[in-house]
């Protein structure tokens, strides 16, 4: 067979076996002889140190070199006067090309397109993928690399990635589906990708980091591509430390740009420092530290964190991927009910900006769970203007700094709690003593009311609420009920013209919020709410010694703040019976305010300034009548003057 062998042998391929050797594959069995040290030649220029074969086929050689090949560098072997078993030399064919793939630093592959939506099809193929880019100079091997999205990752196979080389990765099912675009790898458990956003994260074969995306549907920056079709495209990829700002939707035609160059790409750099943006107690000894972006991967130092009142800072960790938030743990623990302010210094994003000098201070609590009697309904507007929007307002009443992720609010219907509403799923403090305005659209309240207090707002979605009558329950997680209202359209002062715009304010915390008496219609002085301080109809317990009180003894139904005028009992016994009437200055009945009403031991009524017949009382005097009596044949009575003011 031998001899009928003319041919001449091939080198088919140089595949690096480490920095000083190379193994060389023919296409058959080769002369015996030794191969010489000038039968192999390199370029660039390497002395070859020794040459063997690798297996008894007399296929496989391994050529060792006197010096380290360098990386990332195509080199160029010639294989000369090489004889296969009848004689025959090696050919023109006689060169191969290879490269001793380089190290992986942070960053020198990045994820540059995504493909999480594929429906509604543009024109795109049906299929999820992801587009990984070699920005560096180095030639860089993937084999045994990871992408994953923290449930599943999938693992790389060899493949050299050339300086400036895209590839495409996705599922095995759906490699063939891109394969016309360009480089495509097939990956077993490639992630599903979330439509909505999530984390996706490269590994190298050792498992560093070499990049990470935490995507949205906000980086679309387009509803109609938001909803699938189109892919998100990185904008710059020389800012690597870009994360939203420095992507978008494709706008290529066919819907993205998978193994080339992306159709958005611009000059974006980052030139903006990173802000604080929030601080959340993790537990007694710990806190996680958000910023508003990517940090340098050098973690900084205890020094770079200042807290007052002060405790000193133990260790500091990243504690996501993304590298935007950390994790400081104390020497002490935190304590309740204690307002801490924590400051930071010489904090670099990426790109290497300090952190902004004015979103370098952040306050924060320890949080207590809510239990009933911490937090009130305080306000609600249920009958907005056609221009307005409905809001719902709480006060907290307690010394505690209370987790607003901890509450949600809803309606009743019958036994049952309905429309249940989450407040928010982030960690937001309610501070002790101080009110909070929940609605879907804060700037449109705060252009109906200007007086509101701007820093009491809080943008959420809330349950319904009818504009004649409807509920209000305000819950924990574990389902327990702080507290809760039922409104209608009758609980408004008759006397008003228009009640749209109009909210109800509660009267007193010291009644409950199911009293209807305990709500009164907003004033013409702020606009007839109050979101976010004081309501204008609100009033205390101070009767002292006195059994029955009028306050304030002179209003103004309507415009007065507050516009009715508040009658506060206060007795040593409940029990008692009451009746109690309106009288003008001849003594004649105004208004019977309640007639044979069981009291407990304190309370209180109203008069909002009207008739029997529903009409305003006239400016001037009147006499409050009141009878207590009980069965033993005790009876009390009392006087007490109320005024019906105007402004002139």
């Not at 992986?104 to 587009?131: C, G």
């Not at 050339?162 to 589906?177: L, Q, R």
């Amino acid at each position: 067979n031998n001899e009928s062998d003319v041919e001449a042998p091939k080198l088919l391929s140089a595949q690096v076996q480490n920095q000083h050797q190379v193994k060389l594959t023919f296409n058959e069995k080769l002369s015996s002889t030794a191969i010489l040290l000038n039968q192999i030649v390199l370029n660039p220029s390497v002395e070859v140190d020794k040459v063997f074969f690798s297996d008894s086929l007399l296929t496989s050689v391994e050529v060792v070199f006197a010096e380290e090949l360098q990386s990332s560098v195509i080199y160029t072997l010639t294989a000369q006067d090489i004889q296969d078993c009848p004689g025959n030399t090696i050919g023109e064919d006689n060169k191969v090309t290879f490269v001793l793939p380089a190290a992986a630093s942070a960053k020198d592959i990045i994820i540059t397109e995504i493909f999480a939506d594929p429906n509604p099809i543009v024109a795109l193929p049906e299929a999820e993928f992801v587009e990984v880019h070699n920005r560096s100079e180095k030639v860089i091997d993937l084999k045994d690399w990871s992408i994953g999205d923290g449930s599943s990752q999938g693992l790389f196979p060899t493949h050299i990635l050339m300086p400036g080389d895209y590839v495409i990765v996705g599922s095995i099912s759906d490699a063939n589906a891109f394969a016309s675009y360009g480089t495509t790898l097939g990956l077993a458990n490639f992630p599903s990708l979330n439509n909505t956003g999530e984390s996706i994260v490269l590994f190298d074969s050792n498992y560093i980091l070499i990049d990470s995306v935490n995507f949205n549907l906000d980086w679309y920056r387009s509803e109609e591509k938001e909803a699938g079709g189109w892919s998100l495209e990185l904008i710059d990829t020389e800012n690597s430390c870009g994360e939203q700002g420095n992507w978008t939707a494709s706008e290529n035609e066919g819907g993205g740009t998978p193994g080339r160059e992306n159709s958005v790409k611009a000059s974006k750099p980052d030139t903006t420092p990173p802000q604080l943006l929030s601080v959340t107690p993790e537990n007694e000894t710990s806190i996680l530290l958000l910023f508003s972006e990517k940090l340098e991967k050098r973690i900084p130092s205890a020094t770079s964190f200042t807290l007052t009142p002060s405790i000193a800072v133990r260790e500091v960790v990243f504690s996501n991927t993304s590298l935007t938030e950390l994790k400081l743990s104390f020497e002490g623990s935190l304590e309740t009910r204690t307002l801490y302010e924590l400051r930071v210094q010489q904090i670099y994003d990426c790109a290497g900006n300090e952190v902004d000098e004015e979103a370098t201070r952040q306050t924060f609590a320890l949080p207590e769970p809510p239990t009933i009697g911490d937090i009130f309904l305080n306000e609600i507007l249920f009958n907005p203007r056609i221009s307005g929007a409905d809001f719902i307002e709480v006060y907290n009443h307690s010394s505690k700094f209370i987790n607003l992720g901890e509450l949600r609010l809803a309606n009743r219907m019958n036994e049952l709690l309905i429309n249940e509403k989450a407040l928010t799923d982030k960690s937001v403090l309610l501070h002790p003593n101080s009110y909070l305005i929940f609605t879907p659209d804060a700037d449109n309240v705060e252009r109906e009311y200007p007086q509101a207090a701007h820093d009491c707002f809080f943008e959420t979605e809330i349950p319904p609420m009818n504009d004649d009558e409807g509920s209000m329950v305000l819950i924990t997680v574990e389902g327990l009920v702080i507290d809760e209202l039922f409104y209608s359209r009758d609980m408004h002062s008759a006397l008003l013209k228009e009640e749209e715009g109009v909210s109800l304010e509660r009267v007193s915390l010291e009644e409950s919020a199911l009293m209807k008496s305990n709500w009164r219609s907003g004033v013409k002085a702020t606009h007839f709410a109050t979101p976010g301080y004081k309501n204008a109809n609100s009033q205390g317990n101070s009767l002292g010694q006195e059994e029955v009180r009028v306050e304030p003894e002179v209003f103004e139904p309507l415009v007065g703040q507050p516009n009715f005028a508040n009658i506060q009992y206060k007795f040593d016994r409940g029990g008692l019976v009451a009746n109690a009437r309106i009288l003008d200055a001849q003594g004649r009945l105004v208004k019977n305010l309640t007639n044979n009403e069981i009291l407990g031991t304190e309370g209180f009524l109203t008069w909002d300034g009207d008739q029997e017949d529903g009409t305003r009382a006239r400016m001037g005097y009147y006499t409050l009548w009141m009878e207590v009596f009980d069965t033993s044949g005790f009876v009390k009575t009392f006087r007490k003057r109320i005024v019906i003011a105007s402004r002139f």
